[in-house]
């Protein structure tokens, strides 16, 4: 079955603590990417990759990284966790990057950052 | 904020009635699209809608864009409970980053 795979999908940690969130997609997609979303704000794009090798920022990168070593992982990353950071957080990926592209979402990992 | 605004925020009906989603964005686009987030859960891809189409249908979904307008609306015809759901509209901005709207919470009353 086509999916992304996110993990953990809910996670309670403290300020400071290192953490990854990992993301898997079966499809061979080359374009992936990772949102967050706040009641009232929607979703904003966190980072994204192209393509193995290459990612960018989105609109709201600080605090967090990401790395594409390989096509079908895409890790978010949290070196130093703050409360700002509690959010759901959706992967995402679709073939390759454009709208013209639907993208397939995660379920989502739900942080909580004490 | 580059963020599309989805009109209304939320909107309730009564299960059958049709329901009117709208979008407004802020850039000159070539596709824009439709998802539907059920609670707790990922986005869903409705449909996609070119910049040259003006109306497309996907059973009962139909949705059309106004391109000198700036502004797409999604329409669900006879609504069902299943319906009941978060709807966003997508777009990508001159910067060729997908900004997503605020989203329209549709509540279909029994």
């Known amino acids: 079955e086509a999916q992304v795979t996110q993990n953990p999908r809910y996670l309670i940690t403290v300020t400071g603590k290192k953490l990854t969130v990992t993301c898997s997609q079966n499809?061979?997609?080359?374009?992936m990417s990772w949102y967050r979303q706040d009641p009232g704000l929607g979703l904003r794009q966190i980072y994204y990759?192209?393509?193995?090798?290459?990612?960018d920022k989105g609109d709201v990168p600080e605090g967090y990284k990401v790395s594409r070593k390989e096509k079908r992982n895409f890790p978010l990353i949290l070196e130093s966790p703050s409360p700002n950071q509690t959010s759901l957080y959706f992967c995402?990926?679709?073939?390759?990057?454009?709208?013209?592209?639907?993208?397939?979402f995660g379920d989502g990992t739900r942080l909580s950052i004490l | 904020s580059q963020q599309g605004e989805e009109d209304p925020q939320a909107l309730s009906i009564q299960e059958g009635e049709n329901a009117t989603m709208n979008c407004s964005y802020k850039?000159?686009?070539?596709?824009l699209q439709w998802y539907r987030q059920n609670s707790g859960r990922g986005l869903v891809h409705l449909i996609l809608?070119?910049?040259?189409?003006r109306e497309k249908h996907s059973g009962r979904l139909r949705v059309t864009l106004d391109t000198s307008k700036k502004s797409s609306s999604l329409l669900i015809t006879a609504s069902r409970a299943a319906d009941t759901a978060s709807y966003f509209c997508?777009?990508?901005?001159?910067?060729?980053?997908?900004?997503f709207g605020k989203g329209t919470r549709l509540h279909i009353l029994p």
């Open positions: 850039t000159s686009i070539n596709n």
């Open positions: 499809m061979n997609h080359e374009y």
């Open positions: 997508a777009y990508m901005n001159r910067d060729d980053k997908i900004i």
């Open positions: 990759s192209m393509n193995v090798e290459v990612t």
């Open positions: 995402a990926s679709s073939l390759f990057h454009g709208v013209g592209q639907p993208q397939h």
């Open positions: 809608i070119r910049s040259n189409e």
